[in-house]
């Protein structure tokens, strides 16, 4: 079956995320969002019953067998949610300077005193910490505290409310970023074939190794950086995870907001550094919930994120509770487009190429790179059946398209989330000359060549192996006398490790 090319191909390299929630339960919508530029769909496993996500991604895999594009599915897991108790009328008023005590009984609160549920927190407390109440509209700072209780004085806020949320910015909490719940969501987002894990409220190092341990292999891991204890383990984070994300709304309530933008950049250079997929994220188009346009500055915002060379973007409640879902999309897609056209752009992309690491693979991904933009190519196509090659190509920020071939289903759809990566679940190859039919092939019905155009070709030889990335070649686009055929979507898929590894 041909496919509309408007469908198949993205006329940009950074991608889009979308979560799905009420707004965007039905399979109607879902095609229309993915229409729109939706490259990767989140499940939020924070709202919504495990029916729901069964269902939305039974609606994804039926649209990716309809058009034969590798649909990437990521579940967020919600993690640990600190939270007060309730109040005996609902609400309390406050005022700065006055004492709070926190403790654990489950008595309705005052305007003296509430229930904090958390022993964790209390084992962690020592005076002069603080704690931040309703993303941080509340502010206390701890006078003294015990195993039980926490004696507090009001710094700033004037109202509380029931079941509001508690951020600790000073301290490591002694928590595991993968509660009760997460661990049954886990299993249950294992069993249904997602592709991405998300872990929420990650701290040290120790807690990807955890997740890393009961996915199993099952799923790529991206890890949140949400806390600023993460950030005091970056580099290790980025190490042991598959991709990370740039999680601005915890972020910024537990460091100074004048910090967040400076991290964000150190984030995604980091990541980059490193070959790992990141995703820039939070209230990016917040004022769509509720208008079919953005803000100039939530524009601006976005356009930032992509000029850091960021591999997505993402939309949250935009699309999961928003009025404009679909023209969110639309609107994170033009975005998208109209930077990436400025010169400033590649310009900057260009600048900022990474020193390759002392290895073939690198050398020759490199110089792929190079000599596509020499040359004029049309696209970079890798043979992968892990991932790295592909990933490796991504890092480079080329300006053209990469077309990643692989015949694991899994590496094909967890490449999509990657920068420029047009993925294709394709047959296994045998020798050079159907490598380069292939190739030709695929790039012109999928509309990323013309004939007469010139690819660069990067892959490892024997084919098949992981990591071995030993080969570049430059071929010529022929017109196919019949274009290669999508490939079945059902029959069974290799299994892989996480991609990049």
Same mark, same amino acid.
């Given at each position: 079956? %041909?496919?509309?090319?408007?469908?198949?191909?993205?006329?940009?390299?950074?991608?889009?995320?979308? @979560?799905?929630?009420?707004?965007?339960?039905?399979?109607? *919508?879902?095609?229309?969002?993915?229409?729109?530029?939706?490259?990767?769909?989140?499940? %939020?496993?924070? =709202?919504?019953?495990?029916?729901? =996500?069964?269902?939305?991604?039974?609606? !994804?895999?039926?649209?990716?067998?309809?058009?034969? +594009?590798?649909?990437?599915?990521?579940?967020?897991?919600?993690?640990?949610?600190? +939270?007060?108790?309730?109040?005996?009328?609902?609400?309390? $008023?406050?005022?700065?300077?006055?004492?709070? +005590?926190?403790?654990?009984?489950?008595?309705?609160?005052?305007?003296?005193?509430?229930?904090?549920?958390?022993?964790?927190?209390?084992?962690?407390?020592?005076?002069?910490?603080?704690?931040?109440?309703?993303?941080?509209?509340?502010?206390?700072?701890?006078?003294?505290?015990?195993? #039980?209780?926490?004696? @507090?004085?009001?710094?700033?806020?004037?109202?509380?409310?029931?079941?509001?949320?508690?951020?600790?910015?000073?301290?490591?909490?002694?928590?595991?970023?993968?509660?009760?719940?997460?661990?049954?969501?886990?299993?249950?987002?294992?069993?249904?074939?997602?592709?991405?894990?998300?872990?929420?409220?990650?701290?040290?190092? #120790?807690?990807?190794?955890?997740?890393?341990?009961?996915?199993?292999?099952?799923?790529?891991?991206?890890?949140?950086?949400?806390?600023?204890?993460?950030?005091?383990?970056?580099? #290790?984070?980025?190490?042991?995870?598959?991709?990370? *994300?740039?999680?601005?709304?915890?972020?910024?309530?537990?460091?100074?907001?004048?910090?967040?933008?400076?991290?964000?950049?150190? !984030?995604?250079?980091?990541?980059?550094?490193?070959?790992?997929?990141?995703?820039?994220?939070?209230?990016?188009?917040?004022?769509?919930?509720?208008?079919?346009?953005?803000?100039?500055?939530?524009?601006?915002d976005v356009a930032t994120a992509i000029f850091d060379g960021a591999d997505a973007v993402m939309l949250s409640a935009e699309t999961a509770a928003g009025a404009y879902p679909v023209e969110a999309v639309s609107m994170m897609d033009r975005i998208a487009r109209r930077v990436e056209h400025d010169p400033l752009y590649r310009r900057i992309m260009?600048?900022?190429?990474?020193?390759?690491?002392?290895?073939?693979?690198?050398?020759i991904t490199a110089a792929a790179r190079q000599i596509a933009h020499t040359i004029k190519a049309a696209a970079i196509v890798t043979f992968t059946s892990s991932g790295s090659t592909t990933l490796r190509a991504a890092r480079e920020r080329p300006e053209m398209p990469i077309l990643c071939l692989t015949a694991s289903l899994t590496a094909s759809?967890?490449?999509?989330?990657?920068?420029?990566? =047009?993925?294709?679940?394709?047959?296994?190859?045998? %020798?050079?000359?159907?490598?380069?039919?292939?190739? $030709?092939?695929?790039?012109?019905?999928?509309?990323?060549?013309?004939?007469?155009?010139?690819?660069? !070709? @990067?892959?490892?030889?024997?084919?098949?192996?992981?990591?071995?990335? %030993?080969?570049?070649?430059?071929?010529?686009?022929?017109?196919?006398?019949?274009?290669?055929?999508?490939?079945?979507?059902?029959?069974?898929?290799?299994? @892989?490790?996480?991609?990049?590894?």
């Amino acid at each position: 079956m %041909n496919h509309p090319v408007s469908i198949i191909r993205r006329f940009r390299q950074t991608k889009v995320v979308a @979560t799905l929630g009420p707004a965007s339960s039905s399979p109607e *919508m879902i095609r229309s969002l993915f229409e729109a530029g939706v490259d990767v769909f989140r499940l %939020n496993f924070s =709202h919504g019953s495990h029916e729901d =996500h069964a269902a939305r991604l039974a609606a !994804i895999r039926a649209i990716e067998a309809e058009t034969g +594009r590798p649909i990437a599915v990521m579940a967020d897991l919600q993690g640990p949610k600190l +939270r007060l108790g309730v109040f005996a009328e609902g609400s309390i $008023s406050l005022t700065p300077g006055q004492t709070f +005590r926190l403790d654990l009984s489950k008595e309705p609160g005052d305007t003296t005193r509430a229930c904090l549920p958390h022993p964790e927190i209390f084992a962690a407390l020592k005076p002069d910490t603080n704690l931040l109440l309703d993303d941080g509209k509340v502010r206390l700072r701890v006078v003294a505290c015990s195993p #039980e209780h926490a004696e @507090t004085v009001v710094i700033a806020g004037t109202k509380l409310s029931d079941r509001k949320g508690v951020n600790v910015p000073d301290v490591v909490l002694p928590l595991s970023p993968l509660t009760a719940k997460d661990r049954i969501d886990l299993a249950y987002a294992l069993d249904l074939g997602v592709d991405w894990i998300a872990l929420s409220f990650v701290q040290r190092p #120790e807690d990807v190794t955890e997740a890393r341990r009961l996915v199993g292999g099952r799923a790529a891991i991206l890890s949140k950086l949400e806390k600023p204890q993460a950030i005091h383990h970056l580099d #290790e984070i980025v190490e042991l995870s598959d991709g990370v *994300m740039v999680a601005r709304g915890d972020l910024g309530v537990e460091m100074p907001p004048e910090d967040v933008p400076v991290l964000q950049k150190r !984030i995604i250079r980091e990541a980059r550094l490193a070959g790992k997929p990141v995703i820039v994220a939070t209230q990016m188009l917040e004022s769509m919930i509720t208008a079919p346009a953005p803000t100039r500055a939530e524009a601006s915002d976005v356009a930032t994120a992509i000029f850091d060379g960021a591999d997505a973007v993402m939309l949250s409640a935009e699309t999961a509770a928003g009025a404009y879902p679909v023209e969110a999309v639309s609107m994170m897609d033009r975005i998208a487009r109209r930077v990436e056209h400025d010169p400033l752009y590649r310009r900057i992309m260009d600048a900022q190429h990474l020193d390759p690491q002392e290895t073939a693979a690198d050398a020759i991904t490199a110089a792929a790179r190079q000599i596509a933009h020499t040359i004029k190519a049309a696209a970079i196509v890798t043979f992968t059946s892990s991932g790295s090659t592909t990933l490796r190509a991504a890092r480079e920020r080329p300006e053209m398209p990469i077309l990643c071939l692989t015949a694991s289903l899994t590496a094909s759809r967890r490449l999509v989330l990657a920068y420029g990566v =047009h993925s294709v679940h394709a047959p296994d190859i045998a %020798n050079f000359s159907e490598m380069v039919q292939q190739a $030709s092939q695929i790039a012109f019905r999928d509309g990323l060549a013309q004939e007469g155009q010139r690819l660069v !070709i @990067t892959a490892g030889v024997p084919f098949g192996v992981p990591g071995s990335t %030993n080969v570049l070649r430059i071929a010529w686009v022929e017109q196919p006398g019949q274009a290669a055929p999508y490939s079945h979507w059902h029959g069974q898929e290799n299994q @892989t490790p996480a991609a990049g590894k």
